[in-house]
């Protein structure tokens, strides 16, 4: 299973193609629809989000609520797009448009118009913009089907927010009624109104933040990847799923980091074993990845965002018509973003996982798949 997504912040709609859907997953449109709004909310939004109520219009691929082994197609309407048609219009006479010709610091502007030989900075923009990750929220919810018709939860939390933090959270105490509850996404109520206020000093101050979250994926059965080919290793597709995400600058697996610190034995999972029920661990240091493959614990990974490239109080650039210094343009924008960039790798993460469900257990048909994954699991517990 993988999507592809086109679709840019302020044209018509952002679109995806998930392709690889077995037949059968039950598809809702609430569910669609509620990832959609997480990926909306979160304190420290820019107005943007007050415009757009995001909706996943269903265009291909689903019949009765179930997919039918096409592909999927899902539509994410732009509202604000009826306030640009002037400058995102896909035909009309360029020279009447305004030009933005001074590339934010750490924004793909500049990259993107040397690579494209543009002098618009709208035109690598639009695309760049996060505005994109509706769609990958989007093509998430199919693979979140399918991976709860297999015993799959994927969930996040956030753990820092600049220097407000809780620390590590265990992914087996994290609460997620208290995450969806908490417009920061933090499960530590004191630890949230810290976030809270650290984003109300970087919008006054026209700074922005960024901060850490965690992805974590309960239930995956032991075996899923691979450790025989280089491109099949769970944990490298996974790091490489989340770090496609606009600003994430680093990905952990477990205890990652901290294990590089520590002797073999603080750091490796003894294994236990319990008649019917098989193979586990005592501990979960690997982040329930080993040797490319889940080992059957809970998959717990975190990542770091950069705080937020456009500023209110703007960084110098260079002006890319007359080479002249100047601020970096102004976008209406988030001041922090991670509680919605935390969505966003939930959705990463239940696309790697769903397509390697499909490869071990067959993409054709649910059915299958799901008599396929009860075998497994019956000889792997004897
Ligand atoms: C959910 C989400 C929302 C974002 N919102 C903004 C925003 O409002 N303004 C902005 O400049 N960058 C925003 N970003 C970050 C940029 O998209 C990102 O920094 C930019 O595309 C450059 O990519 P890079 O940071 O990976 O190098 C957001 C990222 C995510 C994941």
């Known amino acids: ?5 086109a679709g840019e912040s302020h044209g018509q709609t952002m679109v995806t193609i998930v392709t690889g859907v077995p037949a059968g997953v039950v598809v809702t449109q609430e569910a669609l629809d509620a990832d959609l709004a997480r ?10 989000m007050a ?6 219009a269903v265009l291909a691929g689903v019949r009765c609520g179930v997919t039918t082994g096409a592909p999927v197609a899902i539509g994410v309407v732009n509202r604000d797009w009826e306030n640009w048609t002037d400058v995102m219009a896909p035909f009309g006479e360029a020279s009447t448009r305004a030009r933005l010709t001074t590339p ?8 993107g118009m040397l690579k494209t030989s543009t002098c618009d900075a709208r035109d690598v923009l639009e695309r760049a913009s996060a505005r994109e990750t509706a769609a990958r929220v989007a093509a998430g919810g199919i693979a979140r089907a399918l991976l709860a018709q297999a015993g799959v939860q994927v969930f996040s939390w956030v753990e820092r927010i600049g220097e407000a933090t809780c620390g590590r959270i265990d992914s087996a105490r994290v609460e997620t009624a208290l995450v969806e509850g908490s417009d920061v996404r933090c499960p530590d109520p004191q630890a949230a109104a810290a976030m809270r206020a650290a984003i109300d000093v970087a919008r006054e101050s026209g700074e922005s933040l960024g901060g850490v979250f965690a992805v974590a994926a309960a239930g995956v059965v032991p075996g899923i990847g691979g450790y025989a080919d280089a491109v099949l ?17 680093a990905v952990e697996i477990g205890d990652g980091l901290g294990s590089a610190a520590l002797p073999g034995s603080a750091v490796h999972d003894p294994i236990v074993y319990a008649p019917g029920e098989g193979y586990s661990r005592t501990t979960n240091h ?7 493959m889940s080992n059957g614990e809970t998959i717990v990974l975190r990542a770091s965002m950069k705080p937020i490239p456009t500023l209110m109080r703007p960084l110098r650039t260079v002006d890319v018509e007359t080479h002249e210094p100047a601020d970096a343009s102004k976008e209406r924008s988030d001041v922090c973003a991670v509680p919605a960039a935390a969505v966003v790798a939930e959705a990463e993460v239940a696309v790697v996982l769903a ?5 071990k257990f067959g993409c054709d048909s649910m059915v299958d798949l799901l008599g396929a994954l009860s075998a497994y699991r019956e000889r792997i517990a004897r």
């Open 286 to 292: 690997a982040g329930g990845i080993e040797g490319g």
């Open 1 to 5: 299973m993988e999507y592809r997504t």
């Open 104 to 111: 934010r610091p750490g924004h793909a502007d500049l990259p």
């Open 39 to 48: 990926r909306q909310r979160g304190y420290g939004r820019g107005g943007r």
């Open 51 to 56: 415009i757009e109520t995001d909706r996943a």
């Open 355 to 359: 397509d390697a469900y499909c490869r």
């Open 233 to 249: 290793r769970l944990d490298g597709r996974l790091a490489a799923a989340i770090m496609s995400v606009p600003a994430i600058k």
